[in-house]
């Protein structure tokens, strides 16, 4: 085996994993990525470290590492581009985002399909200044795991410009 069939090896075995990975993160839900715990942090770096070899095989040199990660490179650059060149392979590949709460009620189906537990939805709705689910107008699960909440406290804002910057101000 020459030199070019060993990176074209490393650069397709790069390419498989890092689309099982894709596949994989999809599978097992978008919620993952904006609440990493410890636990998800551990299996992180177990997962990086377990496709390791199947990305460079034998190939320890830097030259091989380096043919991995610019493989990665490129294509998450190409992955990204058809991503916002074709926006529903964006929401098979991304998913859609997933109202939670609309006017102070639960949306049982969609936390079921996110496996948001209400505990964590109030957690959440906690974390944004908000004492009551009542009390939240919109929330929702965006498609990088996060939550949006808007409240009735945001009707009582205004932004108004000032001298080149933005300025939040309570109106009365």
């Not at 990975?21 to 904006?34: D, Y």
């Not at 770096?45 to 990660?69: C, H, K, W």
């Not at 949306?107 to 399909?113: E, F, P, R």
């Amino acid at each position: 085996m020459d030199l070019s069939e060993g990176y074209l090896k490393i650069v397709l075995s790069s390419v498989a994993v890092y689309l099982f990975i894709i596949v994989a993160i999809r599978l097992f839900g978008k919620k993952e990525l904006a609440q990493l715990s410890i636990i998800d942090l551990v299996f992180i770096l177990l997962i990086s470290n377990a496709v390791q070899n199947a990305m460079v095989g034998s190939d320890s040199s830097l030259t091989g590492g380096l043919v991995a990660a610019s493989s990665l490179f490129i294509v998450n650059y190409l992955f990204k581009y058809l991503l916002y060149r074709f926006p529903k392979l964006g929401n098979i590949v991304q998913g859609t985002v997933l109202l939670l709460i609309y006017k102070g009620q639960m949306n049982v189906t969609n936390m079921l399909k996110a496996r948001i537990s209400s505990e964590e939805l109030l957690e959440a709705v906690r974390e944004h200044g908000v004492s009551e689910i009542r009390e939240v107008d919109l929330a929702v699960l965006e498609i990088d795991g996060n939550i949006s909440i808007i409240s009735n406290e945001y009707k009582h804002r205004t932004v108004r410009k000032r001298k080149g910057r933005n300025k939040v101000m309570k109106s009365q």
